[in-house]
């Protein structure tokens, strides 16, 4: 079956744009997260739905970065005037439900903030 | 707040040799679950292996072990007959028990396994 997917894999943006960074989990897939793994370090929480409900956005560094799923289905991170400290690889994880063991990740967006 | 640490940022391994990986990592919780997880280069990450806290058995699947010592917060994957296709970085990854409100992963900041034919 298909994976978890996101899109676009890349992206370049100038300082002060607005970028929005999508996520297709798995079909069915309850809970879903973002991270933000910065180049040579481990991935680091953002934010976490349990369907539509945002339980968790304790992760997000700032108030310009924005998560939503509306239909607990696709999610949309959106980041508003990026800045270059903003430049890292965006990773979405799907989880069956919320007892389950394994989070399956996507294959990241690359934000590059020039 | 748990912390996950790796202390290798580099290993590297003969092709059918044996490397471990060391991973620690600091909790006031008594059950929680610990992962694995490969990274190859420019493609997603994919869990190796998991261990429960509460079990005492070490995890294997295949090649992959894990040496879980609770009282000290250490968790080490060992690869056994290394390939060529283990190269890649590798996270260790902590998570509280599912009834707690933060059900994200804590990772490490990664080991980068090289292995040379």
């Known amino acids: 079956g298909a994976g978890v997917s996101q899109s676009p894999r890349y992206k370049v943006a100038k300082r002060g744009q607005d970028v929005a960074l999508r996520c297709d989990p798995i079909?069915?897939?309850?809970?879903l997260f973002w991270y933000q793994q910065a180049l040579g370090q481990g991935p680091e929480f953002l934010t976490y739905f349990q369907n539509e409900a945002q339980l968790d956005k304790s992760g997000l560094p700032s108030d310009r970065f924005f998560a939503e799923r509306p239909e607990g289905s696709v999610s949309t991170l959106k980041i508003q005037r990026t800045q270059q400290e903003d430049s890292a690889v965006y990773l979405c994880?799907?989880?069956?439900?919320?007892?389950?063991?394994?989070?399956?990740f996507g294959p990241g967006t690359r934000l590059t903030v020039t | 707040a748990q912390t996950v640490t790796q202390s290798q940022p580099e290993m590297s391994v003969q092709e059918a040799e044996t490397v471990t990986l060391s991973c620690t990592y600091d909790t006031s919780e008594s059950d929680y679950y610990l992962f694995w997880y490969k990274q190859p280069p420019s493609r997603q990450m994919i869990l190796v292996i998991r261990?429960?806290?509460?079990?005492?058995q070490n995890a294997t699947e295949n090649r992959f072990s894990v040496n879980f010592q609770k009282a000290a917060k250490s968790f080490s994957l060992k690869i056994s007959d290394s390939q060529l296709g283990d190269a890649a970085m590798y996270f260790c990854a902590y998570r509280s028990p599912s009834n707690n409100a933060g059900n994200m992963l804590t990772f490490g900041g990664g080991t980068r396994l090289m292995v040379k034919p």
């Open positions: 079909s069915g897939h309850v809970s």
């Open positions: 994880a799907s989880r069956r439900g919320r007892s389950s063991y394994e989070q399956y």
């Open positions: 261990q429960e806290a509460y079990k005492q």
